[in-house]
C-alpha cells in the first residue's frame, strides 16, 4: 500500500478507537476518568527515536502495586497510544498500580526488529525509572507477541536486568502460520476453514489479513524461528515469569496462544488461561457488551494474580 493510503487507513483506524473511547468514557466507563492522572511522554530509543509513551498514575492513599507495561495490538501495522486506554485505564484503577503504554513504530514503514527495539528500550527506561516496582507486561494480540519476546529477551540479557513479574498476554500472535513447529501443527488448526463453516470472510481478523500483517513486519527467513521473531518457535521456555492467557474462540489465533500455554506448561511456566465465546479481541471494539466487561475484569484479576508475590 502507499504511504498516502496506509496513513488514511490508520486515521481511520484511529479516529474509531477515540471514537469507542469517548463513547464509553461518557457513559458506561465514566468511572474511569477519575482518580488517576494521566500525561503524555516520550522515552530516548536506543537509535535516539523518541518513542512516545502515555503514563496512568493512580490517585490513591495506598502504595503502589507496580507497573503494568501496556503494548497495543493492531497487526504492527495499526494502533497507538488510544488503541488501549480503556484497558489501562481498568488497570490502573482496578489494580492501584502505574501504567504506561507505549507507542512503538509500526510496519511496513519500521519492519522487523523496530517494534521490538522500542519496546525493549521503553522497559529499559521503565526498570531504571521504577527500580523497586514488580513489571507485569500486558500485551494485546501483536502486543502479546512483543512482549512474550521481551520477557525471554530480559530473562536472558546479559545487564543482569530485573525479571518482569508476570505476563498477561490477550488473543497473542506466537508464531508464523508458515513455521508451525512439528510438533504444535496437528493443534494449530485455528486458520482452517472448517472451524469456521468454510467462511473466514465474515470475522474482524481474517486469514488475509492476518497474512499481510506477517508480511509487513518482513521476518527473514533465516530468522523466523530465532527468539527475537516469534516466541513459539525459538524462544527458551524455561524460568519465564508466571503468565495469564485469554483467547477466544472464533478467532484464528485461539491457537498462537493455547500452544505457546501447552509450551509453558511444558517447562513448569505457572499459567492460568481463560477462553471466551467471541472474536479476536472483542472486548476493544465492542465494549459495551456484558461479555467485554467480564472479560476486562479478568484481566484485573490476572494482573492482580500476576503482582502477587
Known sequence: LSKIIMEDLRATYNAKNIRINDLQLSGLQ????????????????????KIPIRTYVPKSSHAV????????????RFGDLN????????????????????????????????PMQDVWDT???????????????????????????????????????????????????TVHPNSVPEKHKTKYNSWRLGIFDGDTSKLML???????????????????ESPEAYPLNGIEFTDLPKTYVQSCAFDILQMDALCYVD??????????????????????KKPELPESEAAEKDMVKGALWLFED
Open 30 to 49: 465514566k468511572r474511569l476518568l477519575s482518580n488517576m492522572i494521566t500525561s503524555d511522554n516520550i522515552v530516548e530509543g536506543s537509535d535516539g527515536y
Open 65 to 76: 502495586r507496580g507497573i503494568a507495561y501496556y503494548i497495543h495490538g493492531g497487526g504492527w
Open 83 to 114: 488503541a488501549g486506554d480503556l484497558s489501562c485505564r481498568r488497570l490502573c484503577l482496578d489494580t492501584n498500580a502505574i501504567v504506561i503504554s507505549v507507542d512503538y513504530r509500526l510496519v511496513p514503514e519500521n519492519p522487523f526488529p523496530t
Open 123 to 173: 522497559y529499559l527506561w521503565i526498570v531504571s525509572e521504577y527500580p523497586e516496582l514488580p513489571v507485569v507486561l500486558v500485551g494485546s494480540s501483536a502486543g502479546g507477541h512483543l512482549a512474550a519476546i521481551l520477557a525471554a529477551r530480559v530473562r536472558d540479557s546479559k545487564q543482569q536486568l530485573r525479571r518482569a513479574a508476570g505476563m498477561l498476554l490477550r488473543c497473542p500472535v
Open 206 to 224: 481474517t486469514p488475509e489479513k492476518m497474512r499481510l500483517c506477517h508480511e509487513e513486519l518482513a521476518v527473514p527467513l533465516e530468522k523466523l
Open 263 to 284: 509450551e509453558l506448561k511444558a517447562a513448569k511456566v505457572v499459567v492460568k488461561t481463560d477462553v471466551y465465546q467471541g472474536e479476536h479481541t472483542f472486548w476493544l
